[in-house]
């Protein structure tokens, strides 16, 4: 890769909305820190769906975002602004981002850096921050999972679907995933998930259903068959199926459109189980919002990585250079786990 010029770095940029081949490597002006912000020279970036649909023209950046791509990064800490304590140029930390993680440095607010757990390269680092944040926000702190309650993850090998796995695991619930071919299941089991659909060709309403209808101690469950907790990508394809997936007073959390995003509800079937659907992104939150959930990922998920519970599971590490061909291994589906750019 050929060094930028003084004064701009390179970044990754979309000049037109489109395919894989719409992605240029460019020089753009070197970001500098404001008073509430640290500048991480990048190591490596994951890659998310969520840079697919910017990359295409459908999901802008956040007012004040870089504007190219790139929602997670591990580095080094390049500057520091004039209020920010507990950092230090030098410093290796990880970082929830707005955007700009496909380049050579970004800019940070403060209270989304995580320092690298022990244990974790600082490349597979970049792995982390979006998945462990996208759970602990929408799984436990949302949705309030319990311990020996039962989790459906739809899509379960993404690498949202094997961080769920895994921290649900960890507090002592149960977990059910969907997946689409034997080998992305059998990953799944091996990283904890007790029930697995193939759901080319299995219904996951009747199968959770099922395997859930009665405790393995106590008998009948008390909320009836069903999960009470889903975590879901699909959206509107899927809206339908998971109510009826539900337990009593379970609830859906919707974190993706894969499937669209309209869809007929059954009420009258939500108000019998006295259950709840929960819509979130994470993107969009404000500063402070965030800031709180990076603080929790921090005390509760970071110990249960240094302790060898949890791992971030990484099925590429690929230059900046072929940003190109790891959004062709996305678009695929065909990875398991997370795909990253390494600088």
Known sequence: MVAATLGVMLAVTVTTP????ALVLAEVPDPSPGADEVVLDVV???????????????????????????????????????????????????????????????????????????????VDAAALPEVACTVWSNVFMSAGLAPGQWLLVHGGSSGIGTMAIQLARAIG??????????????????????????????????????????????????????????????GAKYLARNVEALAAYGRLVVIGLQGGTRAELDLGLLLRKRAA??????????????????????????????????????????????????HRLLESSTHIGKVLLTL
Not at 92 to 117: D, H, I, K, W
Not at 196 to 212: M, Q, S
Not at 282 to 310: C, F, N, Q, S
Request: aromatic residues 4%.
């Open 277 to 326: 659907i929960i819509a979130t992104s994470l993107r969009a939150r404000p500063i402070d919002e965030k800031a709180t959930i990076v603080a929790a990922v921090r005390e509760h998920v970071w110990p249960m990585i240094e302790a060898g519970a949890v791992r971030p599971i990484v099925h590429a590490r690929m230059p900046l250079a072929d940003v190109a061909d790891a």
């Open 44 to 122: 490596a970036a994951g890659v998310n769906r969520a840079d697919l649909l910017q990359r295409q023209g459908h999901y802008p950046p956040p007012p004040g975002a870089p504007a190219y791509l790139g929602l997670e990064c591990s580095g080094r800490v390049a500057a520091v602004g004039a209020n920010v304590t507990g950092w230090a140029v030098g410093d290796q930390a990880c970082a929830l981002l707005s955007g700009g993680g496909y380049a050579a440095r970004v800019a940070v607010p403060a209270g989304q850096l995580l320092p690298v757990p022990a244990g974790v390269s600082l």
């Open 18 to 21: 489109g395919g894989p081949e």
């Open 173 to 234: 619930a149960h977990v059910a995933v969907t997946a689409g071919s034997a080998e992305k299941l059998d990953v799944c089991r091996s990283l904890g998930a007790e029930v697995l659909v193939n759901y080319r060709d299995e219904d996951f309403v009747a199968v959770i259903r099922a395997a859930t209808a009665e405790d393995r101690e106590t008998g009948p469950r008390r909320g009836g068959p069903g999960a009470d907790v889903i975590l879901d990508n699909m």
